[in-house]
Structures are given as structure tokens and as C-alpha cells.
């Protein structure tokens, strides 16, 4: 395959990268699934050894695992392992968790601390959702390097935005809805790039659920489950699921209170802060920064924790060293009383399951953490540690 060439398959378009640029990409493939290889790789199956499926299921709480929403999700808990201890690590949002779990380090190493941070270099608030953020190799390119290949198939726009090209194939989405693609369109690229490409590793969002509340999230829930549930059998009717792994877990568990208001009033109405504070606002996390003179900024630093620390609504306010995130996070992490399980460690599903005989089975009392999903990758392939090693440890 040359590079810039596309050509049509069964069930989608391939184009390598980089040849074209993105938009042209998804105004080129409307109506199809669009899928990008890395120029040099080869397409078709490689052979006949292990597969590895990291499924997050966005925003999934543990006690909506059970066989009203999620039977499937059932179904593979009780043949695989699972691990009720299980809790996301801190962060600020969907993006630096599903960096966690692609590097096995945490934010501080990563280079991803949260969804929206102050960029002190540009002097603007923005999202981290540029393949530069992430500082730290993942699994999706360090696989490669010893011969296997390595999938992407993401809906959300930041969430391909962040891993970039590191994969060996990738799913172009297109038209996103409000930049996400829903969960059924995510499902049947997942479908074409296993039947396609078969990469060695995959990893796949569904996302639907996340953005959903009151009446319709049950709905939602109830659809991802058969979204995995397709997974497990097209991988049964393919041939492949006595060689699959499934690692299923959630970046962290959804939470759609809403904060008591800005905190940016009470800022405003402090003298010495007015003007010199730089709030980047995420679910459940306020990253506070000072732009002030460097010479006043350990005296305005105890003054802003005192202040914020009064606001209604707020649970604790930390240093970002404290919960391990980067100086992306600004001087202060303000968590918040509402959506505090998007920032702070809470309770995921995690689990293990498929074909391979080294899925074990039963209830594993081992706390786990979503920044060993990379460590788990690594060792079912035989991956050696990153340099500084990870943060993180296998759950097999």
C-alpha cells in the first residue's frame, strides 16, 4: 500500500497517514467507515496468537453492573476475574485516564493532568487533546516496536486528538455527533478493523451512556452492554475468542451533580486576587492558577487556598503534587463536593475475561487502580517496562 492511496474493503475505507489531512479524511469517507494505518504497515492477520481488547466503558458504575443493564458485562465477570476493589486513579477528566491506562503512569509522568488546564505558554485556557500533551510512550507505539500492531477505535474527538498517531490503525469517525460518534458506529468500526486488520491490540470507547442523565441513561447503559456483547461474539464467530483477553473498566464512574456556581465571583470580590487567578473549570475539578507578580505568588497561593477552601461546594482543595498530576494542573486543585467522582479516586469496574487460558477465573480481593490496565498489556505480550518503569502493576 502506497502512501496518500485509499482503497475500498468489505466493510470500510483505508487511507495511511500522514497523506491527507483529517478533514478531507472524513468529508472523503461519509457514509462509511473510515479507517487510517500508519504508513508501512501491512493490512490482513499476522497470525494466529494473542489478541488483547482494553473495552472503557465511560463514565460506568459499579452498581449498575447487574443483569437488568449490563448482562453481558455479567456474563463475562462470572467466566473471568473481576475486581471489586477496583478504583479509577486521581485525575481531572475522561482524557487523562485513558492516558493513564494507555502509559501505566500517572499524570505527573504523563504529561496529562486533567481534560481542560491553563496553558501558561499561549496565556489561554484549553483542552488537552493534542498528541503533544502526552509526553510519556504508550502500549499503542511501544507494541509495535517488537512486532506486533496496535489498534485505536475512539469516538470522542479530544480522546483521538491526544493519542494522535501512535496506534498502527485508527478509526476516523465521521460525521461526529457534538464530536463524539455514537456507540453503534464505534461498534461497527470495531468490527471492521478486527476483520480487517486484526491488530494484536485494540483499544475502544464507548461512550454514550457518559453523556446521558435521569431516564435516558438506563438506556444507554443497557447499550453499551450489547455493544460488548457483539464484541464477545463476533470474536466467538471469527475464531478468535480462544485467544482474546477482554480487559473491561471504566476511566471513573459518571457523577451529574452540578457544582454550587463559579468560583469566580468570589475571586473577583477579593482584592489582592482580582485579575490575577486563571480558573480552568472541569467536571468536578477547578484548576486554579496565579498570574500575578512571581514575587507575591507564595503569600497570594495561602490566601487563594483560603479563600476557595470557604466556597460553597468545594471538598478539599490540594497542591497538584499532592495528587500526583503535572504543573499542567495549575497551583491549585479545587475539587468539588459535586462531581467529585470525575477528579478523585472512586469506585470503577474492572475486569478480565475471554478465551485464552490465561484469563483466570473468580474474585480477585487485590486493590487495582485503571493505571494498571498498561501494565497488563505489557506483560500478556511479554512488553518490558518503560524507562522509569510504571507507576501501576499487572492485575494477571
Same mark, same amino acid.
Given at each position: 500500500?502506497?502512501? +496518500?492511496?485509499?482503497?475500498?474493503?468489505?466493510?470500510?475505507?483505508?487511507?495511511? &497517514?500522514?497523506?491527507? $489531512?483529517?478533514?478531507?479524511?472524513? $468529508?472523503?469517507?461519509?457514509?462509511?467507515?473510515? &479507517?487510517?494505518?500508519?504508513?508501512?504497515?501491512?493490512?490482513?492477520?499476522?497470525?494466529?496468537?494473542?489478541?488483547?481488547?482494553?473495552?472503557?466503558? /465511560?463514565?460506568?458504575?459499579?452498581?449498575?453492573?447487574?443483569?437488568?443493564?449490563?448482562?453481558?458485562?455479567?456474563?463475562?465477570?462470572?467466566?473471568?476475574?473481576?475486581?471489586?476493589?477496583?478504583?479509577?486513579?486521581?485525575?481531572?477528566?475522561?482524557?487523562?485516564? %485513558?492516558?493513564?491506562?494507555?502509559?501505566?503512569?500517572?499524570?505527573?509522568?504523563?504529561?496529562? =493532568?486533567?481534560?481542560?488546564?491553563?496553558?501558561?505558554?499561549?496565556?489561554?485556557?484549553?483542552?488537552?487533546?493534542?498528541?503533544?500533551?502526552?509526553?510519556?510512550?504508550?502500549?499503542?507505539?511501544?507494541?509495535?516496536?517488537?512486532?506486533?500492531?496496535?489498534?485505536?477505535?475512539?469516538? $470522542?474527538?479530544?480522546?483521538?486528538?491526544?493519542?494522535?498517531?501512535?496506534?498502527?490503525?485508527?478509526?476516523?469517525?465521521?460525521?461526529?455527533? !457534538?464530536?463524539?460518534?455514537?456507540?453503534?458506529?464505534?461498534? %461497527?468500526?470495531?468490527?471492521?478493523?478486527? /476483520?480487517?486488520?486484526? *491488530?494484536?491490540?485494540?483499544?475502544?470507547?464507548?461512550?454514550?451512556?457518559?453523556?446521558?442523565?435521569?431516564?435516558?441513561?438506563?438506556?444507554?447503559?443497557?447499550?453499551?452492554?450489547?455493544?460488548?456483547? $457483539?464484541?464477545?461474539?463476533?470474536?466467538?464467530? =471469527?475464531?478468535?475468542?480462544?485467544? =482474546?483477553? &477482554?480487559?473491561?473498566?471504566? /476511566?471513573?464512574?459518571?457523577? #451529574?451533580?452540578?457544582?454550587?456556581?463559579?468560583?469566580?465571583?468570589?475571586?473577583?470580590?477579593?482584592?489582592?486576587?482580582?485579575?490575577?487567578?486563571?480558573?480552568?473549570?472541569?467536571?468536578?475539578?477547578?484548576?486554579?492558577?496565579?498570574?500575578?507578580?512571581?514575587?507575591?505568588?507564595?503569600?497570594?497561593? #495561602?490566601?487563594? !487556598?483560603?479563600?476557595?477552601?470557604?466556597?460553597?461546594?468545594?471538598?478539599?482543595?490540594?497542591?497538584?503534587?499532592?495528587?500526583?498530576?503535572? *504543573?499542567?494542573?495549575?497551583?491549585?486543585?479545587?475539587?468539588?463536593?459535586?462531581?467529585?467522582?470525575?477528579?478523585?479516586?472512586?469506585?470503577?469496574?474492572?475486569?478480565?475475561?475471554?478465551?485464552?487460558?490465561?484469563?483466570?477465573?473468580?474474585?480477585?480481593?487485590? *486493590?487495582?487502580?485503571?493505571?494498571?490496565?498498561? *501494565?497488563?498489556?505489557?506483560?500478556?505480550? +511479554?512488553?518490558?517496562?518503560?524507562?522509569?518503569?510504571?507507576?501501576?502493576?499487572?492485575?494477571?
Amino acid at each position: 500500500m502506497t502512501q +496518500g492511496t485509499q482503497f475500498t474493503c468489505r466493510s470500510c475505507r483505508w487511507v495511511t &497517514l500522514p497523506a491527507v $489531512k483529517r478533514r478531507s479524511l472524513l $468529508k472523503a469517507a461519509a457514509g462509511s467507515v473510515l &479507517l487510517s494505518a500508519a504508513p508501512g504497515v501491512a493490512l490482513g492477520t499476522t497470525g494466529v496468537g494473542r489478541r488483547v481488547y482494553v473495552v472503557v466503558v /465511560d463514565g460506568l458504575r459499579p452498581d449498575e453492573v447487574g443483569t437488568a443493564l449490563t448482562p453481558n458485562l455479567v456474563a463475562l465477570r462470572a467466566n473471568g476475574t473481576y475486581f471489586p476493589r477496583a478504583r479509577s486513579a486521581p485525575a481531572v477528566g475522561t482524557i487523562p485516564h %485513558h492516558v493513564m491506562m494507555m502509559t501505566g503512569v500517572r499524570p505527573d509522568r504523563g504529561g496529562v =493532568s486533567a481534560d481542560t488546564i491553563f496553558d501558561r505558554a499561549r496565556g489561554v485556557v484549553r483542552t488537552l487533546g493534542r498528541a503533544s500533551d502526552l509526553t510519556f510512550p504508550t502500549v499503542l507505539e511501544r507494541l509495535p516496536a517488537l512486532g506486533f500492531r496496535t489498534g485505536s477505535v475512539l469516538p $470522542k474527538e479530544n480522546l483521538r486528538g491526544v493519542f494522535g498517531a501512535r496506534a498502527s490503525y485508527r478509526w476516523e469517525p465521521g460525521p461526529p455527533v !457534538e464530536g463524539n460518534a455514537p456507540d453503534a458506529f464505534t461498534s %461497527h468500526a470495531l468490527h471492521a478493523m478486527i /476483520d480487517e486488520a486484526d *491488530p494484536d491490540l485494540v483499544l475502544v470507547h464507548f461512550g454514550d451512556h457518559d453523556r446521558e442523565g435521569g431516564l435516558g441513561r438506563p438506556l444507554a447503559v443497557r447499550t453499551a452492554d450489547e455493544q460488548l456483547g $457483539k464484541l464477545v461474539r463476533h470474536l466467538e464467530a =471469527s475464531g478468535r475468542w480462544e485467544r =482474546s483477553v &477482554l480487559v473491561v473498566t471504566a /476511566d471513573h464512574p459518571v457523577d #451529574r451533580s452540578s457544582p454550587d456556581g463559579s468560583l469566580r465571583g468570589r475571586l473577583d470580590a477579593d482584592a489582592l486576587l482580582r485579575n490575577r487567578v486563571v480558573i480552568a473549570e472541569n467536571a468536578g475539578a477547578d484548576l486554579v492558577s496565579w498570574t500575578g507578580p512571581a514575587s507575591d505568588r507564595d503569600l497570594a497561593l #495561602r490566601h487563594l !487556598e483560603s479563600v476557595v477552601s470557604r466556597a460553597p461546594g468545594v471538598l478539599s482543595v490540594h497542591r497538584p503534587a499532592e495528587l500526583r498530576l503535572g *504543573p499542567d494542573a495549575g497551583d491549585l486543585v479545587v475539587l468539588r463536593e459535586a462531581g467529585r467522582h470525575l477528579a478523585a479516586p472512586a469506585p470503577v469496574p474492572l475486569l478480565v475475561a475471554g478465551g485464552d487460558p490465561v484469563v483466570g477465573r473468580g474474585v480477585s480481593a487485590t *486493590p487495582v487502580s485503571t493505571v494498571d490496565v498498561a *501494565p497488563t498489556v505489557g506483560r500478556l505480550f +511479554g512488553l518490558p517496562e518503560p524507562p522509569g518503569g510504571y507507576d501501576g502493576q499487572s492485575v494477571i
